[in-house]
């Protein structure tokens, strides 16, 4: 950030009176301009034993597989924000239920939110941001293809708790770790921490 959005004139990085993280300041009006997370929100939207996945249309990972997700708007709860995606994304009308996954990801500083949700019917198809949309088992879900780490960890954790016969609340951190290439690090709390 380089200028304010209330006055226009130019900011500076440093740590105002009462805080204790830099921000950005505005030393004319004084408006302290605060960086959150950003909310992503989806669902796994189900159909007796299979799953909706959209192919990604768009960058980032372009061709690569995922839930429907994305930012949450202003104006909008979770849950609608989970549908609003999921309708974007695969032209799915679907039922959402409870939350089953929250992950944070502070490497690009943001929280992820996902629901289990029921599809309304099999009419859906690809979206402006999908390829394809497809309803799939978990021996057809393209592992190898699937587009971000916190996708990949929620479905494995999804498919166990599916086999065990009982969905708990999933939480967890997805680090990446220092080098070039993409590794992460994921933490999974439970009723033991981590």
């Not at 004319?28 to 249309?57: M, S, T």
């Not at 088992?137 to 996708?151: H, K, S």
């Not at 999974?188 to 921490?193: A, M, P, S, T």
């Amino acid at each position: 950030m380089n200028y304010c959005s209330h006055c226009g004139e130019a900011v500076a990085v440093r740590v105002p009176d009462g805080d204790n993280l830099p921000r950005h300041v505005c030393d004319a009006c004084g408006a302290v301009h605060y960086q959150n997370p950003k909310i992503v929100v989806g669902c796994i939207p189900e159909w007796e034993d299979r799953i909706l996945l959209c192919k990604r249309a768009i960058e980032p990972r372009y061709g690569l597989w995922t839930l429907p997700a994305g930012f949450m708007e202003n104006g909008e709860t979770v849950q609608q924000g989970a549908a609003r995606e999921t309708l974007e994304e695969a032209s799915a009308d679907v039922a959402v239920g409870e939350l089953y996954a929250l992950f944070n990801l502070p490497h690009i500083n943001q929280v992820y939110m996902l629901f289990r949700a029921q599809l309304a019917s099999l009419d859906f198809g690809p979206g402006a941001e999908s390829l394809e949309v497809e309803l799939l088992r978990e021996d057809q879900i393209p592992w190898d293809d699937i587009a971000f780490p916190v996708i990949g960890e929620s479905l494995r954790l999804y498919y166990r708790d599916r086999a065990a016969g009982r969905f708990r609340l999933r939480s967890g951190a997805i680090e990446r770790l220092p080098g070039p290439e993409r590794r992460y690090r994921t933490l999974v709390y439970d009723e033991n921490g981590v």
